[in-house]
């Protein structure tokens, strides 16, 4: 599996792994911090969880 972005070249054994590398490229970060006046917001809900406990 293999990034179709223009000078990326990054390749996965596992699907999954792609999907995950492409948010690099869409900037998409759906795990929004809900604490009051945070703000930060995540592409892997498990950097969103070990930065959550930080609160």
């Excluded at 759906?30 to 945070?38: E, K, R, V, Y």
Aim: aromatic share 16%; net charge positive; proline share 4%.
């Amino acid at each position: 599996h293999v990034c179709k972005y223009s000078f990326c070249g990054w390749s996965f054994k596992r699907y999954e792994h792609l999907k995950r590398h492409m948010m690099v490229h869409t900037g998409e970060r759906p795990h929004l911090c809900p604490f009051q006046g945070c703000g930060k917001s995540f592409s892997r809900s498990d950097n969103f969880h070990a930065h959550y406990r930080t609160h």
